[in-house]
């Protein structure tokens, strides 16, 4: 495999970081900087207030479960993995099995951390990527916001296939799937 390194030491300069504006989830921070050829200029970005998580529940049959919510910045109905921000100091871990109960009323035995994703060069999160495996079903508790949530059993396959045509927009549900779904694979090997 091809070895894809890292750069070690930035090779921009912060010089005076500035809250633009505090909009509750998230800040604007526009940074005056000196970019990597050494020209000052301002850095402009929304950095997340808390990291958040999501899963990818998949049982013994091979189903996934999806969530479908309206998302009001895309004016849009979205089908996506179960998925929330960390509340205040929550491990990531806590933070999955508290949303995959909350809103899909599952409980999982065993968790895989996948990945740790980073949807947008222009927002500062990290999302941690879950598998869950081992479900059992209880009651869903969503929150206010959530209850025009749809919960929706399916084929992993079809999940991929939706994921694959444009079904599913959602990129960081697009990226759990598949990572899911590699996963899955090699551990049948």
Same mark, same amino acid.
């Given at each position: 495999?091809?070895?894809?390194?890292?750069? $070690?030491? /930035?090779? #921009?300069?912060?010089?005076?970081?500035?809250?633009?504006?505090?909009?509750?989830?998230?800040?604007?921070?526009?940074?005056?900087?000196?970019?990597?050829?050494?020209?000052?200029?301002?850095?402009?970005?929304?950095?997340?207030? /808390?990291?958040?998580?999501?899963?990818? &529940?998949?049982?013994? +049959?091979?189903?996934?479960?999806?969530? +479908?919510? #309206?998302?009001?910045?895309?004016?849009? %109905? /979205? #089908?996506?993995?179960?998925?929330?921000?960390?509340? +205040?100091?929550?491990?990531?871990?806590?933070?999955?099995?508290?949303?995959?109960?909350?809103?899909?009323?599952?409980?999982?035995?065993?968790? /895989?951390?996948?990945?740790?994703?980073?949807?947008?060069?222009?927002?500062?999160?990290?999302?941690?990527?879950?598998?869950?495996?081992?479900?059992?079903?209880?009651? &869903?508790?969503?929150?206010?916001?959530?209850?025009?949530?749809?919960?929706?059993?399916?084929?992993?396959?079809?999940?991929?296939?939706?994921? %694959?045509?444009?079904? $599913?927009?959602?990129?960081?549900? $697009?990226?759990?799937?598949?990572?899911?779904?590699?996963?899955?694979?090699?551990? %049948?090997?």
């Amino acid at each position: 495999m091809t070895e894809l390194e890292s750069v $070690i030491r /930035s090779p #921009w300069t912060c010089l005076e970081r500035r809250i633009a504006l505090d909009g509750g989830a998230f800040v604007v921070r526009q940074d005056e900087v000196l970019d990597p050829s050494g020209a000052p200029r301002q850095y402009t970005f929304a950095q997340a207030k /808390s990291d958040f998580t999501c899963v990818v &529940p998949v049982d013994e +049959r091979g189903l996934t479960c999806l969530v +479908r919510q #309206w998302r009001y910045t895309w004016e849009a %109905s /979205s #089908w996506e993995v179960p998925a929330g921000t960390l509340e +205040r100091e929550e491990e990531p871990l806590t933070g999955a099995q508290r949303e995959l109960l909350e809103e899909v009323g599952l409980r999982a035995r065993q968790w /895989s951390l996948l990945t740790v994703v980073r949807p947008s060069a222009s927002i500062a999160v990290n999302g941690y990527v879950y598998l869950a495996q081992g479900l059992t079903e209880h009651a &869903p508790d969503r929150e206010a916001s959530e209850t025009d949530m749809v919960s929706r059993w399916l084929p992993l396959d079809d999940a991929l296939e939706a994921a %694959s045509n444009g079904r $599913i927009q959602h990129s960081v549900s $697009i990226a759990a799937l598949f990572l899911a779904a590699r996963a899955l694979r090699s551990r %049948s090997r």
